[in-house]
């Protein structure tokens, strides 16, 4: 009985990872079906008991996605099929049933010891909590969750929990459609210019980000790759650490360090770049201080807490070390909450087209966060980096300029 099993790359590290739950967020046309239907094929030869289920959002959309793919992949293995009950037998005896989410009373008193939730983000958690969990239970069946994310919703919190390192259990995958190699580039490409942004982010891109923020727009942000004259300035949002410098959380969902690299003139700000990361203590100052060498800002300001106490320790020592010093500028709130000072020092600017962006990888993570502040479960670690700027620069104007100055601050700042 050979099953011909060839994986693409990113399909064999989902299938070589030995965790029970395991969560995979993947773009359209990355394969995520074929790998479901081979786990789904040897799962049920190697188990002689409990149920194999394939579960769709609807009964209709298992039939149309798994059934025709099972019996092409499977046709060495499979004795039988009946398509009433959407049923399918192999040698061993073993029957694998495709499901639909929308009708969870038809999987009540089963006895799980495989399960794979298609387009989980389409389904209600009701049905994952109270049904099919339980029916994992007798036989400690394992479950692999696939699908696109549709925003954030209980896809994007499962995800999130599955990589947590406190979650032994789970592991979380993330791939997009170019991680198909089957896939021609060129024709992702050209869905790209013919869609939105949003939506190709959200479909080739696997992205978990929700529509509807609308506090910054897609249609205010504005590239350029010319550096413009003008002094660079750098302002860092750190994250915590504990007393051994470790970072106080290790988990994939924990805040990150964000160090804002911006040249500003009296036309606006240029964000050359946003270095972010979780990282140790001395590699986090290490970080700062390479910065700062390679930018040469004319002023350094550091959120003041006790993380920026942290940040200061092994920083002076490398400037003592290296012969060269700079001053770290304490940075503080204004007594104004998060989300006014960061919608004051920002929303303005970008919505009159006084930021602009240099192109780099680190424009893919700002975005996320900027089109999506300030909701909860979006970390906001870049975008508060960057709002710093607004208190750490000051651009000298000429006596000549005063009235304009004046015009320019009235325009780019507040809501």
Wanted: net charge negative; aromatic share 10%.
């Amino acid at each position: 009985m050979d099953l011909n099993i060839e994986l693409l790359p990113w399909q064999q590290k989902v299938w070589d990872d030995p965790s029970r739950f395991r969560v995979v967020a993947a773009g359209r046309r990355t394969g995520k079906s074929r790998l479901a239907a081979y786990l789904l094929l040897v799962q049920a030869l190697q188990t002689d008991r409990g149920d194999i289920f394939y579960v769709a959002p609807t009964q209709g959309q298992a039939r149309d996605i798994m059934w025709s793919l099972l019996l092409e992949i499977g046709s060495q293995v499979i004795t039988g099929s009946h398509v009433n009950n959407m049923q399918i037998q192999l040698a061993n005896g073993t029957k694998i049933s495709l499901k639909g989410a929308d009708r969870p009373e038809t999987m009540r008193g089963s006895s799980i010891k495989f399960l794979v939730l298609d387009e989980y983000a389409d389904m209600k958690p009701e049905t994952w909590e109270l049904v099919l969990r339980p029916a994992l239970t007798d036989l400690k069946g394992s479950c692999l969750f696939i699908g696109t994310p549709v925003g954030r919703n209980h896809f994007h919190d499962l995800f999130i929990q599955a990589g947590r390192e406190d979650q032994v259990d789970y592991e979380s995958f993330h791939f997009t459609s170019y991680d198909n190699p089957i896939l021609e580039k060129s024709e992702i490409d050209s869905a790209k210019k013919s869609m939105s942004s949003f939506a190709f982010r959200q479909e080739f891109m696997a992205s978990f980000e929700a529509k509807g923020s609308e506090m910054f727009k897609e249609e205010w942000i504005q590239f350029d790759e010319e550096e413009p004259e003008g002094d660079y300035y750098i302002a860092i949002d750190p994250a915590g650490f504990n007393e051994s410098g470790q970072s106080r959380r290790k988990s994939k969902n924990l805040d990150s360090t964000a160090i804002a690299v911006v040249k500003v003139n009296r036309n606006g700000w240029w964000i050359k770049t946003i270095i972010s990361g979780r990282w140790e203590l001395k590699e986090t100052a290490k970080k700062i201080f390479d910065a700062v060498e390679k930018y040469r800002p004319v002023s350094v300001g550091i959120e003041r807490g006790i993380a920026r106490q942290a940040i200061m320790s092994p920083l002076t020592d490398m400037m003592r070390k290296t012969h060269r010093y700079f001053r770290c500028v304490e940075l503080t709130h204004g007594n104004k909450n998060k989300t006014d000072r960061i919608m004051w020092a920002l929303q303005g600017r970008f919505e009159n087209g006084a930021i602009k962006l240099n192109e780099g990888d680190w424009n893919d993570k700002f975005l996320d966060e900027l089109y999506q502040f300030p909701d909860p479960l979006t970390h906001d670690d870049t975008v508060d980096a960057l709002a710093y700027i607004d208190q750490l620069a000051q651009v000298a104007y000429a006596s000549d300029y005063e009235e304009e100055e004046h015009e320019y601050a009235e325009i780019l700042v507040g809501y």
